[in-house]
């Protein structure tokens, strides 16, 4: 099993970063669609589900998980984004998971030599994108429509 962790700072409240998620995706709460995730010349649909939020006093959590549909050359993610207030009206929004590489032995292996880097090269995609998204909300105002936000691809 490999673990994933990264963070990144965005200006907003942890409800705004939380609608930054959803809408940097362009899902629902709760939903799932399938998106596109790319790495140099080479493209993956991807199905991505989001959870429903957890809020709790001190931190949001949304679960994430993805997929490839319909093989087993790939590895599933399992994880969730994690909210949090930081300093000087910052919010910490953290990617924290778990995927197994497939294919056993030799999976494990390539992961060690270069599937972990492609592994964080998309997660940290994916946080830039969502860090945008919310960046882009806050300055329109709360109220504006997350869906018009830009959806990304993501390295895999």
């Not at 970063?17 to 998106?35: F, M, P, V």
């Not at 929004?93 to 964080?120: K, Q, T």
Request: a neutral charge.
């Amino acid at each position: 099993m490999a673990t994933i962790a990264l963070e990144t700072y965005v200006s907003g409240t942890r409800e705004l970063a939380a609608a930054g998620i959803y809408g940097a995706l362009g899902l629902q709460r709760g939903g799932d669609a399938t998106k596109t995730f790319r790495a140099g010349v080479f493209a993956r649909d991807v199905l991505i589900t989001l959870g429903d939020s957890d809020v709790k006093p001190s931190l949001v959590r949304i679960p994430i998980a993805w997929r490839v549909p319909n093989s087993i050359a790939f590895p599933r993610f399992q994880g969730f984004f994690e909210i949090r207030e930081g300093p000087n009206a910052l919010v910490s929004i953290a990617l924290l998971g778990y995927y197994h590489p497939p294919f056993g032995a030799a999976g494990v292996a390539f992961d060690a030599v270069a599937g972990h880097r492609i592994a964080n090269a998309t997660v940290q995609q994916l946080l830039n994108d969502v860090a945008n998204a919310v960046e882009g909300v806050r300055s329109r105002g709360a109220s504006a429509r997350l869906s018009e936000e830009p959806h990304g691809c993501y390295n895999i």
